[in-house]
């Protein structure tokens, strides 16, 4: 380490490893274990760092460190804040950066619980506005923001949106902009360097990956709008549990390596369902030929692990998920064991029947493409 706390190593894999380790100490382990405590000793007047875990936790921090190390590596003044879930940390921002009589642009096709969050912000005197993600939509909706949420690539449909030139129009008002960036995970975009003010994520895909935690996160460039998102997680009290920030560090040293699986064995999946003739609506980010592809290679390092398509029908996709034997039938993504699920089934996102969502996993690609083609044939009769 050097002496501004940066790694020497300028390697994703080497960043990954060491991302958030505090300075080395004789007799203790590389990374502490979790910090287990509701209050803190407190002799005397409230003086910090700790006092109440709502406020403050050692596991946290270093986490939040690691965190700000692969979104905004090299960055001054960038501060990282935890949550206890995705939708946690995206309802921080929103509701702490907006207030009644302000304007919102949200994408119309992101992550499922965003109509929810609209109908909230609506209840509070917020307008919302949509517009999709695809095509810089989101542009022409713009006038009088006050926040600009860009959600890309897009969940479940795999749409990507310009980063860069959105917010040079929305800064251009005035307007912030924030950035979910479950998808990409930080390996594969880093919007504050694209020039967003905020990058938030599910902690709970791919940078976990295990399927086993719950966990968001919130970064930001000022110190006034982060000061603002960590009085939220203060009042609604939606902080991760020391026992998954520390599993989420321990697994944020295999970021690099299960990222980039996952990223080549998703387009080597992608690129056997293009051969296939009942697969339609093929997206992944990664083939050449994906409408989004041209706008992602600007700004994505790598690709994300997830591949949607469309079967004839609902039938036809039920019986593909249970003749698949490598791949669960389950929602979420991001981990190191394969899943899929026909998104329809939740109601709410605006997708055909047939649409599934195929979340790639760390097995041999061979394995899983075999399965793939195995349970597609399967399947068809
Ligand atoms: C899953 C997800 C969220 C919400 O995260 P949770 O950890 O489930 O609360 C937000 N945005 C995107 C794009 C997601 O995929």
Redesign the pocket.
């Known amino acids: 380490m050097n002496d501004s706390g940066t790694s020497v190593g300028d390697g994703d894999g080497t960043r990954a490893v060491r991302a958030g380790l505090p300075e080395p100490v004789k007799n203790e382990p590389t990374l502490p274990g979790p910090v287990f405590a509701a209050h803190f000793h407190l002799p005397g007047d409230v003086s910090g760092p700790y006092t109440y875990g709502r406020d403050e936790n050692p596991t946290w921090n270093l986490l939040e460190r690691a965190i700000g190390e692969l979104e905004a590596p090299g960055q001054e003044n960038v501060q990282t804040l935890t949550f ?7 309802a921080a921002v929103l509701f702490s950066q907006v207030g009644a009589g302000d304007v919102v642009v949200l994408p119309d096709d ?2 499922q ?2 109509p929810l969050v609209r109908a909230q912000l609506e209840a509070y005197g917020i307008e919302v506005r949509t517009a999709p993600t695809g095509g810089d939509a989101q542009l022409d909706v713009l006038e009088g923001a006050k926040l600009l949420w860009l ?1 890309t690539p ?2 479940p449909g795999l749409d990507v949106c310009d980063i860069r030139r959105l917010t040079e129009a929305a800064h251009a008002q005035g307007a912030l902009v924030a950035v ?1 960036n ?2 990409a995970t930080p390996l594969g975009q880093r919007p504050l360097e694209l020039g967003a003010d905020f990058a ?6 791919q940078l976990t990956g295990h399927g086993d935690v ?3 996160y919130v970064v930001g460039r000022h110190a006034g709008a982060m000061a603002a998102v960590r009085r939220w997680r203060k009042i609604v009290g939606a902080i991760p549990g020391p026992m998954e920030a520390w599993l989420a560090h321990r697994s944020i040293a295999t970021l690099q390596l299960r990222v980039d699986r996952q990223c080549a064995t998703a387009l080597t999946v992608a690129e056997a369902l293009r051969e296939r003739p009942e697969v339609t609506g093929l997206r992944y980010p990664g083939l050449p030929d994906d409408p989004a592809h041209k706008v992602a290679a600007q700004q994505m390092r790598r690709y994300g692990s997830v591949v949607s398509f469309t079967l004839p029908t609902r039938a036809r996709a039920e019986r593909f998920l249970e003749a698949l034997r490598l791949v669960d039938d389950a929602t ?2 991001g981990s190191v064991r394969s899943t899929a699920e026909r998104r329809g089934r939740w109601g709410g996102d605006p997708v055909p029947e047939g649409f599934i969502r195929f979340s790639v996993g760390a097995e041999d690609p061979e394995d899983l493409v075999a399965d793939v083609l195995r349970a597609l044939d399967e399947s068809s009769e």
Do not use: I, P, Q, W
Not at 84 to 90: E, K, L, Q, R
Not at 200 to 205: I, N, P
């Open positions: 206890a879930s995705g939708v946690a940390a995206t992101g992550y619980v965003l959600e897009s969940n979910d479950t998808l938030v994520a599910s902690g709970t895909k719950l966990l968001g979420s993504f």
